[in-house]
């Protein structure tokens, strides 16, 4: 079967890095996308990562390891407004997105 | 700013009822897609639509759920009748390309605000 894994939730301080992981098995792989969700609204796109290796994005970072079925997003210089759901979805051989359940990030002062 | 839309954003109607929603996506984009978003669940694929066909509805109840594309600016998902299990948020995205079975294109999807159902 598909599947997606990533933590329920996390709790990390202001100004801190945080890495959120996800574990996924697809059948076939297309790449993996990292949205964001603040509670109450729409999912909003954070990363797409296809091929190997490390992808940054001003304070946010997305690495995809294809051997391993695993990738990461990091967050650095964590900011209150960052608390939010992160989800994970990894892209099967039809294309369609497997998403996970998301993992809810708390900052703390 | 190229937004999607989507109408009613609260509904609360009592079991048995028909609800529809509805959904704008952006112009011009080829893919849409229904979702069903609850605590337990987490986000659910219902159906989708790539140049208005239906793609995929495998994830939605066929015997009350229906999704149609009547144009390229609309797509509705109706519930009928609608039962206290169908509470949840149902979002819609689109996507730009179209493409999702060519090797160079994966579809970012854009959500729209949600529509939040309550049935009593």
């Known amino acids: 079967g598909q599947n997606i894994d990533q933590p329920t939730e996390m709790t990390a301080t202001e100004g801190a890095i945080v890495q959120i992981n996800c574990t996924y098995q697809?059948?076939?792989?297309?790449?993996l996308f990292w949205y964001q969700q603040h509670a109450g609204e729409a999912p909003t796109f954070l990363s797409y990562?296809?091929l190997d290796g490390l992808e940054e994005k001003g304070r946010f970072s997305s690495f995809l390891s294809r051997s391993k079925g695993y990738s990461y997003l990091l967050l650095k210089e964590l900011q209150m407004k960052d608390s939010a759901s992160y989800l994970c979805a990894g892209v099967d051989s039809n294309y369609q997105l497997i998403w996970g359940a998301g993992t809810k990030l708390i900052i703390k002062p | 700013d190229a937004r999607v839309t989507q109408t009613p954003r609260h509904k609360v109607t009592e079991m048995g009822q028909e609800v529809t929603m509805r959904c704008q996506p952006i112009l011009g984009h080829n893919t849409v897609f229904w979702y069903r978003q609850t605590m337990m669940q987490g986000l659910e694929l219902l159906a989708y639509f790539r140049n208005r066909a239906p793609l995929d509805d495998s994830g939605m109840p066929k015997d009350r759920f229906s999704a149609e594309m009547p144009d390229a600016t609309l797509a509705t998902l109706k519930i009928q009748p609608s039962e206290p299990r169908d509470s949840a948020v149902y979002f819609c995205?689109?996507?730009?390309?179209?493409?999702?079975?060519?090797?160079?294109?994966?579809?970012?999807?854009?959500f729209g605000p949600g529509t939040r159902l309550t049935v009593l």
């Open positions: 697809t059948s076939g792989f297309n790449g």
């Open positions: 990562n296809v």
């Open positions: 995205a689109s996507g730009p390309k179209g493409g999702l079975r060519t090797e160079t294109s994966t579809d970012t999807q854009y």
